[in-house]
């Protein structure tokens, strides 16, 4: 994972970086620690039992904080002090949007204090594990490889530590969170990255990369004029005025999915640049 400030990939090398960090959030989940942190996620519509059952020091603080929890406030996180720090981190869980409870954990990467400690989850307020882990995960995207930044860069320490860690949930799909999230991630890369450096060869290289990590995948590229040999003119014709470097293509990434695996095909263009502009002939 590249450090912030460095400066960022670019050509092939920019497709190949979106492949290769696809999983950075994985350092953010742990499969144990000491001395955790316990988050007491709660549905909304249990939140008055749950609040019932806490010491006069939890309440007093809660209510001194103004901290609501209605349907609508879901994802509201609260710190409860302690002794030694933090005793606790409340978080409402809710569906008041339709998209699922999982969204209700999207924010604890960027709410959770990253120097606190690692956190565990003591409940999940009705929210499948799987489903919980899979919102955190997706709550700890970040693409800042293009921020600046005035600090120098040493190459030699890995970047990253921009979240909070927590426990995996028990009995949670580590192998469907993790393809999951992989995908997603790699999928927001290639569509941040601008024009500049994800042309065409970058977006081949990143195909290539990805078939790379996953055995019985094979890529088939078709480029420049051979598209017109292979009987792609459509592809050609928008592409041909772009110089050697961004030449049009035609990438197929095919994988043999097993003797039981489903035939699925996916037919798409990459978009690496497009002004908008129109014109009348």
């Known amino acids: 994972m590249m450090a912030t400030g460095s400066s960022p990939p670019s050509g092939v090398e920019a497709g190949k ?21 316990p988050i007491d996620a709660v549905a ?11 010491d006069a020091a939890c309440k007093t603080w809660i209510e ?19 002794p030694k720090g933090i005793s606790k981190v409340l978080l409402i869980v809710g569906d008041s949007d ?26 999940l307020g009705g929210c499948p594990p799987t489903q919980a882990a899979l919102g955190f995960a997706l709550g700890a995207y970040k693409f800042d490889k293009y ?25 949670a799909d580590k192998a469907y969170v993790t393809m999951t999230a992989q995908a997603t991630f790699l999928v927001r890369d290639l569509i941040s990255t601008p024009s500049e450096d994800m042309g065409p060869a970058a977006l081949q ?56 695996g489903k035939k699925v095909t996916l037919v798409g263009k990459g978009i690496t640049f497009d002004t908008g502009v129109r014109t009348n002939e």
């Open 17 to 37: 970086s979106c492949v290769s960090e696809a999983s950075r959030f994985s350092q953010y989940l742990v499969d144990s620690a000491e001395n955790v942190i």
């Open 44 to 54: 909304a519509a249990e939140y008055d039992q749950w609040l019932a059952k806490q």
């Open 64 to 82: 001194a904080m103004g901290f609501t929890a209605k349907p609508t406030d879901s994802g509201n996180t609260l710190m409860i002090p302690g």
């Open 98 to 123: 339709g998209y699922g409870a999982m969204y209700a954990f999207s924010g604890l990467p960027a709410s959770l204090p990253k120097k606190a400690g690692t956190f565990k989850f003591a409940s």
């Open 147 to 171: 921020k600046g930044s005035s600090k120098p860069v040493d190459p030699s320490k890995p970047a990253g530590n921009d979240f909070a860690t927590i426990v995996w949930p028990e009995r």
């Open 205 to 260: 290289a990143a195909t290539e990369a990805l078939a790379r990590l996953h055995p019985g995948a094979t890529v088939l590229s078709v480029v420049g004029d051979d598209l017109l040999k292979e009987n792609y003119p459509q592809i050609h014709a928008v592409g041909r005025a772009a110089d050697s470097k961004h030449a049009p293509r035609l990438v197929e990434l095919r994988w043999s999915g097993g003797k039981n």
